[in-house]
């Protein structure tokens, strides 16, 4: 029998199934706790639904036994650390829905026992774990630092980044008290090597909406720039490389059809939410906000002028959408800007198709939509083809050499767009 701690892991997202199988690795006994009674099922079957997790890896750890997936909260009583990584959305208001968050808690709540360790990683506005988690966590007596500990530590989870594996990452760890500082640290101590602490849960809450407001703030500003660019007939993308010749000081960001996933277009309304609980200002982050989801509308703006220059309606145009998933090389679409392009073109009547190697079908605007099969005579027949998500999949100097017109809002096109006369760029 091993004597690492049993963990509970509450939410099994792109997330929660991770940690649950770095904890596996190293030997712990995991209950992983998920709402969806079919995820539990396919993880049971050992079919992972997580790109970045194999089903191997998972079949292995549910004939061990090390994993457990259950959609019944009671099995938390037996674990000693207990990590939620449930979803935080934006409502359509953008407020903050905090849903999935406080129910787990209350559902923690229950089977809370003295000497355990929760630790939130779900991404929240500056204070919730305090002001909202630690009062349901304390409803049945238990005090906190003392019999139980609680700690909030921002999940880096980086959805098909090869580059860093979760491990390399550094945590950030803030406790309620020092003490659950501490124990949160060592919980964490056998998967996360690298940690740093934080005096308090807010330090750590702020952190990680730093990290991504960075990120909205300065897509907005460089997509800013891309319009200004181009109405001054400069080429941004030149700009950006050689800016990014200076080895201090600047960080290169690209303008592109707008902000897609889970993490940047929605965490820092987060922030900006409880700025206005404290009467705060968060200029950059509204404005930013206003610029990015603009850029659709830019991208269908720039191609009915293109069909105009060449005589050719918007409505009734042939256009071939390439790429619909939030970023290169991933299968998610949630907040792609491929959406709103694709529904502001089927608003103006354009006769649209997509291609998408990872995502073969969708629903959207009350239809279903199927990747199309991609051939040269297909690109032939296109009044434009759209390049929206750049996947390294695509053979981009074969599209351009059959399709009559590319606009490429990605520089997908950058080592070959010299060659030819039918490419636009962003
Ligand atoms: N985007 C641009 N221009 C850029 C960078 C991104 O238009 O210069 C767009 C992307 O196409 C995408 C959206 O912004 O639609 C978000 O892209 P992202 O590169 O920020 O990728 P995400 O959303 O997967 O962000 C995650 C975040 N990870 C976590 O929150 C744990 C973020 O902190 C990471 O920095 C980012 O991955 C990353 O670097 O890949």
Known sequence: MNDQPT???VGLGYVGLPLSMLFCEVGHHVIGVDVNPDAVQRLISGQSYIEDVESSVLKQHIDSGAFRPTTDYDNLKDAQIISICVPTPLRKSKDPDMAYVANAAETIAEVLVAGQTVILESTVYPGATEELILPILSKNGLEVGKDFYLAFSPERVD???TQFSIREIPKVIGGITPQCTEKAVEAYQSIFPKVSTVKSTKEAEMAKLLENTFRSVNIGL???LALVAHKMDIDIWEVIEAASTKPFGFM???PGPGLGGHCIPVDPFYLSWKA???AAETGFIELAGRVNANMPLHVVDRLSRLLNDRGKPINGSKVLVLGVAYKRDVSDMRESPALDVLGLLHQSKADVSYHDPFVSQFDYLDQTWNSVKLSESLIAEQDCVVILTDHTHYDYERIAKHASQVFDTRNATKN???????????
């Open 7 to 9: 963990v509970g892991v």
């Open 276 to 278: 206005k609980m404290v």
């Open 222 to 224: 460089i997509n800013e």
């Open 159 to 161: 959805p098909g980044n």
């Open 416 to 426: 070959i767009r010299s060659q030819f006369d039918n490419i636009e760029v962003l």
């Open 252 to 254: 290169p960001f690209y």
